[in-house]
């Protein structure tokens, strides 16, 4: 339904949400612009949640995202969808934050970074202050940096901060192979891990077709080009959000399934190994930035790393990944200093 609470219902939140009570049938979704809303779109499917709360600082937006959105329940599941206030979000399970500015063509996702920090600096307050409990899935770009953003800020546990981080990247790389290879895309095992942007690494030295190395499975098919083929696919997935950007103006259904995908995993405690940004202690010699990494995500959010393999090329390219971030942090940080103690 696309009804604004009254307040009488925000009052009888308020009081649950005292207790860090968290509804496990409830998410919410800041910003209804293109990724927001094919996200609510795709979660509206799922039947994972049966309460969806629409925040966008234009309320007119939300309202209308909800009221269209509501009218494709009678072909899913029962689902109450309404724009809301901070109020109405702080029982959910998961709020996923979208609100950002957009990539426009040729901008890389750093360059949004300064527009962005300053945008949280106005959201992830009004969280914390209503005792959200719940986990905290970053969107916004440039969604690793934006996620350590978003740590500083609020002051929650890493494990209840994370990042949509590579998952996206990851299935594109999955889906390319797939069709080289003319191969089930789902029996493609590898990763894209580091910056979700220019300076991502295609984890060649783990990938796997249902466990059989990736070369043998190539010569299998008749491919033998291995160097000029991996060149050539990992630039096609790192290529991809510019190729479509150049053509319809944004990207937002990809992302949107990666987002239902990270929910799934942590409404039903499947323990997925997703890509997704966390804080770097020390893993291959990285520390405080938050990366894209394979992870366990459960009901808790983020559980822990996995060590995958890596070559190397693939390490001394983790950490380039790394600097290139730390770079623009440090042109940050003083925003993120500001900002931690509100």
């Known amino acids: 339904m696309c009804t604004e609470n009254n307040t009488e219902n925000k ?8 207790n860090g009570t968290v509804n496990n049938r409830k998410v919410a979704i800041i910003g209804c612009g293109f ?4 996200s609510a779109f795709a979660l509206m499917q799922s039947a994972l949640f049966t309460e969806m709360v629409l925040l966008d600082a234009n309320e007119e937006k939300a309202i209308g995202e909800a009221y269209d959105i509501s ?15 901070y109020d109405d979000i702080a029982d959910a399970a998961i709020i996923i934050i979208t609100a950002g500015a957009n990539q426009k063509p040729e901008e890389t996702r750093l360059d949004l970074v300064h527009k962005n920090i300053a945008i949280f600096r106005s959201i992830i307050p009004e969280i914390v202050k209503r005792n959200f409990a719940g986990i905290l899935l970053v969107v916004a770009n440039p969604v690793d940096i934006l996620t350590y953003a978003a740590l500083k800020i609020s002051g929650y546990p890493e494990h209840r901060v994370i990042g949509s981080g590579t998952v996206l990247d990851s299935a ?3 889906a390319i192979l797939g069709q080289h290879l003319s191969v089930d895309s789902r029996s493609v095992h590898a990763f894209i891990v580091g910056e979700h942007g220019d300076s991502e690494i295609a984890a060649w030295s783990s990938a796997n077709i249902s466990g059989i190395p990736l070369d043998d499975f190539c010569e299998m098919r008749g491919h033998y080009n291995h160097v000029e083929s991996t060149e050539r696919i990992a630039e096609e997935v790192r290529r991809s959000a510019y190729e479509i950007i150049s053509r319809k103006g944004a990207t937002y259904y990809g992302i949107a399934m990666s987002v239902k995908r ?11 190994i997703l890509p997704i940004s966390t804080m770097m202690h020390g893993e291959y010699g990285i520390d405080d930035v938050v990366l894209s990494m394979p992870c366990i995500v459960g009901k808790d959010g983020y559980e822990t790393k996995v060590p995958i393999t890596l070559d190397q090329d ?9 600097a290139t971030l730390k770079k623009v942090l440090d042109e940050a940080l003083h925003a993120v200093d500001n900002i931690k103690d509100m």
């Open 11 to 18: 009052e009888v939140k308020s009081k649950i949400n005292k």
């Open 35 to 38: 990724v927001g809303s094919a």
């Open 71 to 85: 009218h494709g329940i009678p072909f899913t599941r029962p689902m109450q969808i309404y724009a809301g206030s």
């Open 172 to 174: 594109r790389l999955k």
């Open 262 to 272: 990270i929910c799934e995993a942590i409404i039903r405690d499947e323990k997925s």
């Open 314 to 322: 693939e390490v001394t390219a983790l950490h380039e990944s790394a």
